[in-house]
């Protein structure tokens, strides 16, 4: 895939997306190791009141309501009360000059200091009997579908396998492989725990919410 191309080159890259375990990332590819700092997202921070219910879906849809791309728009996460959003360093601006209400609640653009973000990645361990390690095998198994509106997911592009598009049904997954599947959230292969009288595989996963 895309890590394998650039592989040949043998330069560096690194994939961020404003914080560790970031779902949306940035892809950096030059001549040296590059740090952090040198990605250029922005994180806008939102207070509202605790009272208030406000959803990743409330965030996003008022982003794109200013006309930004969803490629400008990295991971939204939303706590009680406060909220992030991880964007283009381009439009950050444009964000805080325009926004002042999510939906009809009120919001006022912060410091990170002054909206403390936690849980950011929730962990859920997950453990699956299947058949084999194929893409298709494993994304059915997750969402419950079955394997032909499985293969209609993975040919709609709303699976990624370590960060890059990933339309192969048929794709061997490995143990550390991250697995991002659109609507669903992330999940990372953490082992094959053994095989079942039957030859299947037991398989540990972790879903990061």
């Not at 939906?103 to 849980?119: N, P, Y």
């Not at 396998?161 to 061997?172: D, F, R």
Request: glycine share 8%.
């Amino acid at each position: 895939m895309l890590t394998y191309y650039i592989s040949q080159f043998h330069c560096c890259y690194r994939f961020f997306g404003g914080y560790e375990g970031a779902v949306r990332n940035m892809l950096a590819v030059c001549e040296y190791e590059v740090g952090e700092e040198s990605f250029p997202i922005d994180a806008v921070y939102f207070k509202y009141r605790k009272s208030d219910k406000l959803s990743h879906r409330d965030f996003l849809g008022a982003l794109m309501n200013l006309g930004i791309e969803r490629s400008s728009v990295g991971d939204i996460i939303v706590n009680e009360g406060c909220a992030v959003c991880f964007v283009k360093q381009e439009i950050s601006d444009y964000i805080r000059s325009q926004i002042s209400k999510i939906g009809r609640v009120g919001v006022k653009i912060v410091s990170e200091s002054e909206c403390k973000i936690t849980a950011a990645n929730d962990i859920e361990s997950l453990s699956f009997i299947v058949s084999s390690m194929r893409l298709d095998v494993i994304v059915a198994a997750i969402t419950g579908l079955s394997r032909e509106k499985t293969a209609a997911l993975v040919l709609s592009g709303k699976i990624f396998v370590n960060y890059t598009e990933n339309k192969n049904v048929s794709y061997i997954l490995k143990e550390d492989d991250i697995l991002t599947i659109r609507g669903n959230g992330k999940f990372i292969i953490k082992e094959q725990a053994g095989v079942t009288k039957k030859g299947r595989l037991k398989l540990n996963i972790e879903h990061y919410r």
